[in-house]
Nanobody
């Protein structure tokens, strides 16, 4: 059974840092794109960051560029999101997601492209 499990969320003051992890099991995710999305209260889920299978290609939503870094360790079947200089507007539930098929250098920003989702981890940034 495919499973994505996020961890690392919490409460942090503005300007602080958090590192999210997404542990994957039950599937061959080492050859597929994986990404992070977030959903704030009353808002739609939005794209945050994505990595192709090797980490050689990444993309970010403009609001997090220069502050967030996506990475992955395929030997551990784990993806990370290092979040620095956090702002109150980064407050949301963060979800990791994975594509089921080999995706080469492709990266996807649309949630509909992803086949598997984690349960989410709450990130709260206080001002």
């Amino acid at each position: 059974q495919v499973q994505l499990v996020e961890s690392g969320g919490g409460l942090v003051q503005a300007g602080g840092s958090l590192r999210l992890s997404c542990a994957a099991s039950g599937g061959a995710f080492t050859r597929s794109a994986m990404g992070w999305f977030r959903q704030a209260p009353g808002k739609e889920r939005e794209f945050v960051a994505v990595s192709n299978w090797s980490g050689g290609r990444t993309d970010y939503t403009s609001s997090v560029k220069g502050r967030f870094t996506i990475s992955r360790d395929n030997a551990k079947n784990t993806m990370y999101l290092q979040m620095n200089s956090l702002k109150p507007e980064d407050t949301a539930v963060y979800y990791c997601a994975a594509v089921s098929q080999y995706s080469g250098m492709h990266v996807y920003t649309e949630s509909g492209k992803y086949d598997y989702w984690g349960q989410g981890t709450q990130v709260t940034v206080s001002s």
